[in-house]
């Protein structure tokens, strides 16, 4: 056993080691300096080709002052809400951490765990990198700060270096971005603004910062969070003696900072690409935003040139030929549109819309408006129908496979209008107040028993929505998910009949991706815009393509057999491609609030929504604007501006492209009937009668025969928006005439002959969002019929 003697002296030797290495490390560490830490560096963001696409950025936006020039109620704020010791700690502060730690499990604010002089060390750093080694790097470096630099230039150093947002790097940069002054002219209640952005800028800046966050980082939750901890730095404030309650009381309405201003070089489109690129990368590594404001970051991005100029100028087109505020004032201001266009085998975003100008209109309408989809939802009804399958009506609300029945294309529903919903077990639907759903058609259209096919053809409502009771509104929503939708505040309520045919409003990137499933028979990969990131030439980022079975391949390629048959011979005819193969759909919603056109070919997803929505946010009660009358047009529809948006740009993205076909489906499901529609009665084969004899034979009496007279043939132009007769092109009376040989009003084809009675959807709105228990909706003067978003 060694002796307590030799115990203690390797002890004593380990100490002295010890202290001798913290010592040398002591020496050999230098204390920050501001200057080196306000170099400028871009962040430069490149083409799909490798092209520099632009350089944001540009020299920091940082101007050193000396600590007389800072106000005091600056200095005042940030000791109060982050370092109350400040003036008399060492730069290290134990009870300040437990502090912190404390309130930080009360739920209450937080005075940070640092101190003012390790946060200046950090911020300070070129280098943002969190490793052990750093840390004991930094906990030296603060140690000497503390001991032998000024509070006052420590002080003046902090919030020199310090980012606060809007890419202003320093006190003097944020005043001037935030209120358009010198730091030495702001007032303490400004102050105490600008130091709550110390605690993160993205969540606390009132203009948001939905590229990190877009559930927390909005700009209500950011303004709502801001005023909180404005609030508590003004009161800590009193509390800690550093301002008269008196002086206090004269601020009570919240500084509402200035909007931000938009880079020049980011106009156009070039905004929406970074915004998009931005997000994504900020979202799929620990980069955070304040790290990539700092810049020196090199964004390869899937963005093809090319297809971004040729979506913007087919959305020019339309708007310029009949856009016109000056002639409709009413009906032609705010309008909108969006659009992007995925890579069905990669999920490579290559192209988007998102507005005029990326200076002027600063969100992206290729991200979630608020802008329902209507009827282009009703293929993800279609593929749970075929995936789940319709449940026994005997059997309970929750039943597996064996208790379901897969679904056939070819099953047939009634096309009814003004049809009563009724529940999976032929209950009739009712809300909380005891309606009933009466699921209205286009324009009243009625069609009788009609396939799921001829439906999805036609965009008839009431099928759709009954066959979503039938396999159960969460089967839909389900499916809506696995196909590479998402289940956020966008996702409507999935528990009233309208969900399945489109109360829910997901962007036109999620919706081009979602189709793109469909394309990819099965297979989803999620929509991306950033394929590599470099720090320095190192590689930091590498996006890895994920595909995931959604749903199997005859699942896939049912539904898309289906969606070409409604542009080939239905809605959506406006987007055919000659000698391509195409599907879509084509979708509209109540009032006639958006159109959509969502469409793919097996190379290229794109959805292409259009609204109208004013763009001042300054107008709390803004909101949808009717379309009626819009472009000269009696509504607008799916097929109409969208579906001509999208057969112009996709014309040009793949022209010089192989002209491939859809895989053909396998047969799938089996053929049911629902909604009242009933399986035919097999006739009774009759017993033979006795044949008379020829005295027992009467001859009768010719009956005169008149001749059926033949089909009104109005001629049509070729793209009519508003003939409803036998035509060529026409989009608002899809009767099939030229489109459809041998097809006339209310007559089917091909596989769906002599199913559909009545006439075809003269339109493609069917009615409109329908009313859930917290929207309302169209009524009969009754209260108790119901439209729903169309095709």
């Known amino acids: 056993m060694p002796s307590w003697k030799l115990v203690s002296g390797l002890c004593v030797g380990f100490l002295g080691l010890l202290m001798g290495l913290a010592g040398l490390a002591y020496a050999m560490v230098a204390k920050p300096e501001v200057q080196a830490a306000a170099k400028a560096e871009n962040n430069v963001y490149f083409w799909k080709d490798g092209s520099q696409m632009v350089a944001t950025g540009g020299a920091v936006n940082r101007q050193i002052i000396d600590y007389a020039q800072i106000p005091e109620a600056m200095r005042n704020a940030v000791i ?52 052990l080694s750093r840390k004991f790097e930094e906990l030296f470096i603060t140690l000497k700060v503390g001991s032998e630099m000024d509070k006052k230039d420590i002080m003046a150093g902090y919030l020199n270096v310090s980012y606060y947002g809007r890419g202003a790097s320093g006190i003097q940069a944020a005043a001037r971005t935030y209120y358009g002054k010198d730091a030495k002219d702001l007032d303490p209640s400004q102050c105490a603004f600008l130091a709550s952005l110390l605690k993160g800028a993205s969540y606390y800046d009132p203009a948001g910062a939905t590229e990190v966050d877009s559930v927390q980082a909005t700009p209500e939750k950011n303004t709502a969070r801001a005023v909180k901890r404005w609030k508590w730095i003004l009161d800590e404030e009193v509390k800690d003696g550093r301002l008269e309650q008196s002086e206090r009381d004269k601020y009570q309405t919240f500084p509402m900072p200035l909007k931000p201003k938009k880079d020049a070089q980011l106009g156009g489109q070039i905004g929406y690409l970074v915004t998009t690129a931005r997000s994504n990368f900020l979202n799929n590594t620990k980069v955070t935003r304040d790290q990539l404001d700092q810049g020196g970051y090199e964004i390869h991005t899937t963005f093809d040139k090319k297809k971004v100029d040729q979506l913007s100028k087919a959305v020019k087109k339309v708007y310029d030929k009949n856009i016109d505020v000056k002639k409709r004032p009413t009906k032609d201001t705010h309008v909108q549109f969006g659009g992007s266009s995925v890579n069905p085998k ?34 993800f009804v279609l593929a749970a129908a075929m995936e789940y ?42 809300d909380e107040n005891g309606k009933e759903w009466l699921q209205v058609n286009d324009g009243g259209e009625s069609l009788g028993p009609v396939t799921l096919r001829e439906a999805m053809r036609v965009s008839a409502n009431s099928p759709y929505v009954q066959l979503g009771m039938d396999v159960g509104t969460d089967k839909v929503k389900a499916v809506a998910l696995a196909a590479g939708l998402k289940d956020d505040q966008y996702m409507a309520n999935a528990t009233v009949p309208s969900f399945s045919i489109g109360t829910s409003s997901p ?13 990819a028979s099965g297979q989803q990969r999620e929509p991306f815009s950033v394929t590599e990131v470099k720090k320095r030439g190192e590689v930091i980022y590498q996006h890895k393509v994920v595909a995931k079975s959604a749903f199997s391949n005859a699942i896939a390629d049912n539904v898309t057999d289906v969606l070409k048959n409604v542009v080939d011979k239905g809605t959506g005819t406006p987007a055919r491609l000659p000698g391509r193969d195409v599907a879509g759909k084509t979708g509209t919603t109540d009032d006639n609030l958006s159109a959509w056109f969502v469409g793919y070919t097996p190379q290229l997803s794109t959805a292409i929504s259009m609204y109208r929505l004013d763009d001042n ?6 909101k949808f604007e009717k379309m009626y009358g819009t472009g000269g047009e009696k509504s607008i529809h799916g097929a109409s501006f969208p579906a001509h948006i999208w057969h112009d740009y996709m014309a040009e993205a793949l022209e010089g492209q192989e002209k491939l076909s859809f895989p053909k489906p396998e047969p799938i499901g089996e053929k049911v009937y629902g909604g009242g529609a009933k399986s035919p009665t097999p006739t009774p084969t009759p017993t033979p009668t006795p044949t008379p004899t020829e005295s027992e034979t009467v001859k009768p009496t010719p009956t005169p025969v008149t001749p059926t007279p033949e089909p009104s043939q109005t001629t049509c132009g070729a793209w009519d928006m508003n003939c409803q007769s036998n035509g060529g092109g026409n989009a608002n009376g899809w009767t099939d005439g030229g489109a459809d040989a041998g097809t006339t009003d209310g007559g089917t084809s091909g596989t769906d ?20 228990p917290d929207t309302g909706g169209n009524g009969n003067g009754n209260g108790n019929v119901f439209g729903g978003p169309a095709g």
């Open 346 to 379: 990669t999920g490579a975003i290559e192209a988007i819309y998102g507005g005029q100008d990326a200076t002027k209109h600063y969100t992206s309408n290729a991200d979630p408006t608020g802008a329902a989809v209507g009827s282009t939802f009703k293929p």
């Open 507 to 519: 962007s036109a990137t999620r919706m081009a991706g979602a189709y793109a499933t469909f394309a």
């Open 389 to 430: 399958g319709k449940r026994d009506p005997s059997g309970g609300a929750v039943q597996d496979e064996s208790q379901r029945t897969k679904v056939s294309p070819k099953s047939i529903y009634n096309g009814a209008n003004e049809l009563k919903i009724k529940k999976y077990n032929g209950d009739v639907w009712t």
């Open 617 to 622: 946010e300054k107008n709390k009660d803004r």
């Open 80 to 131: 109060s809400a982050e370092n109350k010791s400040f003036d008399t700690d060492h730069g290290i502060d134990p009870m300040g951490i437990a502090r912190a730690v404390f309130n930080m499990a009360k739920g209450g604010e937080t005075q940070g765990g640092s101190t003012i002089t390790q946060q200046y060390v950090k911020n300070s750093r070129l280098s943002q990198e969190q490793t």
């Open 753 to 772: 002959a002599g199913t559909t009675t009545g006439t075809t959807d003269g339109g493609e709105t069917d009615g409109g969002v329908s009313p859930s």
